[in-house]
C-alpha cells in the first residue's frame, strides 16, 4: 500500500510539529507522508508540484492566503484533492461557507488525534477510490477510441463493454474487401501533399461510412487503399453477401462523388474493388503502448490480388469463385439476386494460386475505363 500523501496547511509554527510527533509511527512506516505550507499560495504551488497528493489539512485565517480563498481556487481547478478543514473557527457560517467551496470534512481545533487519524484515512480512501473509477473511464473511452477505428459507433459502444473485446487471436471464416483508387500513386507523386490529404481523408471517410453501414470492419488504410472484413468479431452467413452489396454502393458513392469534383473542375476518380472469402487469421498485433486489429492470411492477400486485376478486367468489382458461393449460401432472401448482378465469369492466372481461379464481375455496370487512369495523374490542386 502507497502511504497516504497529505499537504497540512497552517501558519501556526507548532502544527508542524505536532503533526509531525503525533503521527510519528505512521511517518516511520511509510503509512502517512507529510508535505507543510504556510499559506494558501504555498498550497498551491506544492499542488501543482507534486501531483500525487491525496489529502489536504487546511486553516482558515493564514496571511497572503486564507484557506476559503485557496479552497475555492483548488475547486476552479478541477483538483480531485480532498480538502480537510481544521480550525479554531467552528461556527455554522464558516463550516457551510467552507463546505459550499468544496471541504469534504470539517475538524476543530484543538485537534483529537484519533479522530484525525480516521478521517485522514477516509479521505485518502474516497480520493483513490474516485482515481480509480477515473483510470477505469479512461482506460474505457481509450478502448471506445481504438475500436471506433475499425467499427460503427454502435458496435465500439458495444465491444467496449466486453474484457476482450475482439476476441482471442484465433482463425475464422471472414470475407475480405480490398478497395483502392486507381492511379492515386501517380497523383500523389505530381500533387501538393496537402491536396493529397485532404482527398485522402475525404475518400476514406466516404468508404468508411459504407462499410460501417453494412456491418464491415475497418482492418486497416493503406494510403489510398482500404481494407475491410466482414464476420469480425463474429461471422454470420451474410457476410459476403453484405461485402459484395456494400462494394456495390461504394463504387455508387464514388459516382456521385464524381458528379460534384467534375461540377468543381476536378477530375473523375476510379476505383477498384476486390473481394475474396475463406479463413484468416484474426487478432491483435504489437505492444502494450500500440496495438492494433489485424486479419493475416492467403484470404487477404487474394483479395488484394483481386483488386489489383480490376485494371486488366476492366471492371471496378471483381469477386472471388468463394465469395459467389458463399453469398449463393446466405440466408438472406436477395442473395439469388446480389449474385445476379455480377453475371460475367472468368478463368484468370493469379499471382500465389496454383491453378487458374474463377472470377465474377459485372463489366457493363461496373466498368474501368482505361482512358481514365492516366488522367488521374494530371490532378494537382
Not at 90 to 111: C, E, H, Q, T, W
Not at 205 to 233: L, N, Q, W
Request: charged letters at 25%; glycine letters at 6%.
Amino acid at each position: 500500500m502507497h502511504s497516504i500523501k497529505i499537504l497540512a496547511v497552517d501558519d501556526e509554527p507548532d502544527v508542524e510539529s505536532l503533526l509531525t510527533q503525533s503521527f510519528r509511527r505512521h511517518i516511520r512506516s511509510g503509512e502517512f507522508e507529510f508535505l507543510f505550507a504556510y499559506d494558501g499560495v504555498q498550497a498551491l504551488k506544492k499542488v501543482v508540484e507534486r501531483q500525487d497528493l491525496e489529502v489536504v489539512l487546511l486553516d482558515i485565517n493564514m496571511p497572503v492566503m486564507d484557506g476559503l480563498t485557496f479552497l475555492a481556487q483548488l475547486n476552479e481547478s478541477g483538483s480531485d484533492l480532498r480538502v480537510i478543514m481544521v480550525s479554531a473557527y467552528g461556527d455554522m457560517s464558516n463550516i457551510r461557507l467552507s463546505m459550499n467551496r468544496g471541504a469534504y470534512d470539517f475538524i476543530m481545533k484543538p485537534v483529537d488525534m484519533g479522530d484525525l487519524d480516521t478521517t485522514i484515512r477516509k479521505t485518502a480512501f474516497e480520493v483513490r477510490r474516485y482515481r480509480e473509477l477515473q483510470a477505469q473511464k479512461q482506460a474505457a473511452e481509450r478502448c471506445r477510441r481504438n475500436l471506433s477505428r475499425y467499427f460503427s459507433p454502435n458496435m465500439a459502444e458495444f465491444l467496449s463493454h466486453k474484457d476482450e473485446p475482439l476476441g482471442p487471436v484465433r482463425r475464422q471464416d471472414v470475407t475480405i474487401i480490398f478497395a483502392d483508387l486507381v492511379g492515386f500513386t501517380n497523383m500523389a507523386e505530381s500533387s501538393y501533399p496537402e491536396a493529397v490529404i485532404e482527398l485522402l481523408r475525404a475518400f476514406h471517410s466516404r468508404m468508411s461510412h459504407i462499410i460501417f453501414a453494412y456491418g464491415g470492419t475497418i482492418e486497416k488504410y493503406i494510403g489510398d487503399a482500404v481494407c475491410a472484413a466482414f464476420g469480425v468479431p463474429e461471422s454470420s452467413d451474410t457476410d459476403a453477401e453484405r461485402a459484395v452489396l456494400c462494394a456495390m454502393e461504394m463504387c455508387s458513392s464514388l459516382e456521385h462523388w464524381n458528379e460534384e469534383r467534375l461540377r468543381c473542375g476536378s477530375v473523375k476518380l476510379q476505383m477498384g474493388v476486390g473481394i475474396n472469402s475463406g479463413p484468416a487469421v484474426l487478432g491483435d498485433i504489437g505492444t502494450d503502448h500500440s496495438m492494433s486489429f489485424t486479419v493475416i492470411g492467403h484470404t487477404v492477400n487474394v483479395a488484394s490480388r483481386l483488386q489489383s486485376l480490376t485494371r486488366d478486367l476492366q471492371t471496378s468489382i471483381l469477386i472471388s469463385d468463394s465469395t459467389a458461393q458463399a453469398v449463393g449460401r446466405s440466408s438472406s432472401p436477395d442473395a439469388a439476386s446480389t449474385l445476379q448482378v455480377l453475371c460475367d465469369s472468368a478463368d484468370i492466372s493469379m499471382r500465389g494460386v496454383n491453378q487458374n481461379a474463377t472470377v465474377w464481375y459485372n463489366k457493363s455496370r461496373f466498368p474501368l475505363a482505361p482512358s481514365e487512369t492516366s488522367k488521374i495523374t494530371a490532378e494537382i490542386a
